[in-house]
């Protein structure tokens, strides 16, 4: 073969492993359940304790951690996870039988973790918040990880020692990662006292493996109730606009959960770099995803993307 | 506790006092280990006090082999914190082999230079997605990473405050570059976030912890971009911060010797310790002078 055939040859065997790996098949389709709830007010722990039931998330006895996206706080957007829904879904997980449910975030940006919370109104939604809550930034550590070149990760022990950890993301979309979701949540809790703010770190390694590394990490214990009830469009996760989308998405598999959202945004998961960088820890394939609850296709929104973003759009209708 | 606790300064005190661990290190929050952080400003808080000693004690046995400290012990890598320990040895004017050895390692771990834009992203921008300046280099959280607001002013207080290097070129080189670079991060609103004040063609706000550090590595310079800078932090605190926010703006007010409507600050069992030796280093009669370069009353 002449060099041009070996390079044909190598793209073409490049292109197959592409495809192989896109066409993974899996044990089972990963249930992820989509539930309409219109606004924080009213009985949403019910709603959520459904959802929760019917994506198969498993919580007698456990000693959970619920990990809500907490990054600054302002009053013309909606950056936070609502603390009604981690109200909601602490109550919910309670009444299935929990054996505790704490809640940690280590903020990427603001230094002051119980202020910002004060802020963002988690003191006046959550009844004794303030002895459930863990500063993930300056908690205990252990070693639970490598960043490769960058030196070991280390994680809080309150999040390490959970039976369950809960990723409660804010549906939104990212200027840097495209969409911030189940997984994306997770640079919360690398904690800042040994990263700083921001976890720099975590961008120089590569936001989309970084993703990716704290996927890996945790996501045999660790499950997600996104809210989606008020979300954020274009410019997320800070400067974007509110965006009502009335939804709650569960589910125990983080991939099949985070490209359910994308999809409920309009956004093709499997063009996603994070999402597609994980596929070897669950499916974005909608073959693979058993939906229940609402079906996504017809709670689509698309969600406004930023230019640099915009070939993300989902061609489907 | 006791009946002195009405007092928030005495409170603070109180709380910051029985933080203290065995080893004379200081954990974030009650019953935690002893870390670096909370451990040097938990010292310059109670500079004078034998504790501030036991403390310092602490921190020297932390320093690793390559001259920096860690955050954690356990981690055994070198970070940020090596500013602040550097900083109480020059204060406690402790110029010893330590010192040396943390100096040397500041300034041999600058920030990495920020990313030359691409000949792509300078096509399809029409600026860059993060403005400022890359070539001013700051400090960085940890070693080989991009230079924040936070690590930058706490080394640029350290350095100036080293007296035996104060007629070193090389080091007033770095101050130089530091204080460049804290006033390229400044916010359109004359404060500071963490550092970055611009991303994608939108304005960031400012924070008001991250105007106070800003200033506070500014103190005893003026000019337009520090009036600015103070006027954004009165903004600050006119919303009533709380905790760490209102702790370092008084310690920055005080230091640009602004008056202000002061307020003690409030804490609680559940105060993080930095936060408690903050708030006493910015009492008006507490150590922020030592911090500035002067001498405690």
Known sequence: MNRRQWLVAGIGAAGAACVKRQTRPWSRREPVFVLKAASYGGELAGPIRRAIQEAGIAVRGKRVLLKPNLVEFSRATAINTHPLFVAAVREALLSLGAAQVLIGEGPGHRRDTWVLAEEAGYFDAIPRFENLFVDLNRDEVTEAGSLDEWGPLWAPKSLWEADLIVSLPKLKTH???????????????????????PKNVLHLYGIDRAIVKLAETYARRTVAIVDGITGMEGNGPIQGKPRQAGIVVAGTNLVAVDATCCRLMGIDPSLVPSLSMAQHLGPVEPEWIEQRGEKPETLRQDFALMPMWAWLRSRKS | MNQASANPAAQALDLLLARQNPDGGFGHAAGQSSWVEPTAWAALALHGRPQASRAMAWL????????????????QRESWVTSLVVLLKCIRGEFDEGWQRGMHWLLGHPARPGPTPSWLDRLLRREPAVVQDHQLLGWPWTPGTSGWIEPTVHAVRALQLCRPAAGNPAVQERIGH???????????????NYGNKRVLGEDLESFPECTALALIGLAGRGGPPVERGIACAFQHWSRQPRGLAQALLRIAFRMHGAAFDDRPVRVTARTETSVLALALIGEPQGTWKLWQGGNAS
């Open chain 2, 178 to 192: 530091g204080i460049r670079m804290i006033l390229d991060r400044q916010c359109r609103d004359g404060g500071w």
């Open chain 1, 175 to 197: 200027h840097w990662a495209g969409v911030t979701l189940s997984m994306k949540n997770l640079f919360g809790t690398v904690p800042g006292s040994l990263y700083g703010w």
């Open chain 2, 60 to 75: 020297a046995g932390q320093q690793m082999p390559g001259g920096g400290w860690p955050a954690h012990p356990q981690t």
